[in-house]
T-cell receptor, first 113, second 115 residues
């Protein structure tokens, strides 16, 4: 089955700086890669996703890049703000033919004011 | 719409006791999932269902059972609780159409402690 590794496990950045979280996956057939954000004490929520027919996707201050050859994808947050402090999870799956997401172990991002 | 709801929010059990966690969704989603979240281990899939009357094992199914008698409800049962089952449990649901590339909507979680 799919295995997703996520690094780093914790990350602290100054407010206004950029943050990058990286994930690698094992199954070359995977073609759907979402990112979920979980604020303290809250439920995980989807913030952005990418499919393997594109290499990059942006949504305001967040972007995700995908390198299918190397089997890794990354979350980029620019101009970080205090409300970006949360745990971020990457995940991987087949878009069709597989009902399950395999999640990474999470990155706790802390924005330092 | 309430979205995905979970009952109860908190529970403390003694080793060997049994309990059932209830997940309900009002979005007419076909797929439903139960995850457990432990520090440093992310979200691990326990069981899931692709429709009313169906269930399937996930990554960590041992010690748990599930039932999906109605499309809107997905029950997670612990027959004989163990301290290793102390965790936060999340339910999630999503539409069938569009494959896995549809957002999973999570419930608020249930914090379970087994003494």
């Amino acid at each position: 089955g799919e295995n997703v590794e996520q690094h780093p496990s914790t990350l602290s950045v100054q407010e206004g700086d950029s943050a990058v979280i990286k994930c690698t996956y094992s199954d070359s057939a995977s073609n759907y890669f979402p990112w979920y954000k979980q604020e303290l004490g809250k439920r995980p929520q989807l913030i952005i996703d990418i499919r393997s027919n594109v290499g990059e996707k942006k949504d305001q201050r967040i972007a995700v890049t995908l390198n299918k050859t190397a089997k890794h994808f990354s979350l980029h947050i620019t101009e970080t703000q205090p409300e970006d402090s949360a745990v971020y999870f990457c995940a991987a799956s087949l878009n069709f033919g597989n009902e399950k997401l395999t999640f990474g172990t999470g990155t706790r991002l802390t924005i330092i004011p | 719409n309430a979205g995905v709801t979970q009952t109860p929010k908190f529970r403390v059990l003694k080793t060997g006791q049994s309990m059932t966690l209830l997940c309900a969704q009002d979005m007419n989603h076909e797929y439903m999932y139960w995850y457990r979240q432990d520090p440093g281990m992310g979200l691990r899939l326990i069981h899931y269902s692709v429709g009313e009357g169906t269930t399937a094992k996930g990554e960590v199914p041992d010690g748990y059972n599930v039932s999906r008698l109605k499309k809107q409800n997905f029950l997670l049962g612990l027959e004989s609780a163990a301290p290793s089952q102390t965790s936060v449990y999340f339910c999630a649901s999503r539409y069938l159409a569009g494959g896995a590339g549809n957002e999973q909507f999570f419930g608020p979680g249930t914090r379970l402690t087994v003494l």
